[in-house]
């Protein structure tokens, strides 16, 4: 598991996390919920070992993260951060390949296996041999989650952990949900557990298994999909009051935000 024990931190005299704990299992998919300036990529950075907590611990696989070295730390986990650097003349593959840098010792047709598998299980094969400077945002997002995906691939762990921050904010609302569908496949077909930052209520509601959500940096709840994604409950997080749209032969919900309404007290 990667667990977390009483996160908090501050930075600028601001506190940006106050005592987050959660756990995040091998096989599932956790979204993180909650305002602009919630906490969400703050929480992301610490749980990725890029910053360190003021207070609190975090344990990936029983050991505790900061005695981890980089190096140790990336066969573990792989993250795709919010605005990545894709470098010029680069192409698709070329990109996703970087993701093997630990394991080039693997052989290169083992890692050009990899490399191939990462692009199928991203649905980014046609974008293999395209350069990135020709390519949209949301394209270059799907060959960054290919090249996490390639380096957790080739990882010999046990246990792997796909960190994602807003993975889905430069996709179109098509992109976007099979992006978040396949990421949720992934993790019930292979086993890894990843943590998504995401801004679109219904994008976890369709695919989290379970659901964090941080409001003014504490926790605001953290628990199953269908108990954490109430109306009342997102309604006192968000401070809007929300429409809930219910399909009528199907059972799927969603919810739309009616801008002027604020929720009744909680």
Not at 29 to 51: E, F
């Amino acid at each position: 598991m990667l667990e977390a024990r009483g996160l908090s931190l501050s930075k600028g005299g601001r506190t940006l996390l106050a005592d987050i704990d959660l756990t995040l299992r091998p096989g599932e998919l956790l979204t993180v919920l909650g305002p602009n300036g919630a906490g969400k990529s703050s929480l992301l950075k610490l749980l990725s070992g890029l910053w360190q907590p003021d207070r609190g611990d975090i344990l990936l696989a029983g050991q505790p993260l900061k005695r981890m070295r980089s190096a140790e730390l990336a066969r573990w986990r792989a993250v795709v951060e919010q605005h990545p650097v894709t470098p010029d003349g680069w192409r698709g593959a070329e990109l996703v390949a970087a993701g093997a840098y630990l394991s080039l010792d693997a052989g290169r047709p083992r890692v050009d296996a990899a490399v191939a598998e990462a692009l199928r299980l991203s649905d980014a094969a046609d974008l293999a041999d395209r350069y990135l400077t020709r390519l949209s945002g949301g394209e270059r997002q799907r060959l960054q989650l290919a090249r996490a995906l390639c380096q957790l691939l080739l990882s010999p762990q046990p246990e792997r952990y796909l960190l994602l921050d807003e993975p889905t904010a430069a996709q179109d609302f098509a992109m976007a949900d099979a992006l978040m569908a396949q990421v949720q496949a992934l993790t019930h077909e292979l086993g890894i557990a990843a943590l998504a930052v995401v801004h679109d209520l219904n994008l976890a509601l369709r695919h989290a298994d379970r659901v964090l959500l941080l409001n003014d940096g504490r926790a605001a709840g953290c628990g199953d999909n269908r108990e954490m994604m109430q109306r009342e409950r997102l309604e006192a997080v968000y401070g809007v009051r929300l429409a809930e749209l219910v399909h009528p032969e199907q059972p799927w919900r969603a919810f739309i935000p009616m801008p002027g309404q604020t929720p009744p007290p909680a």
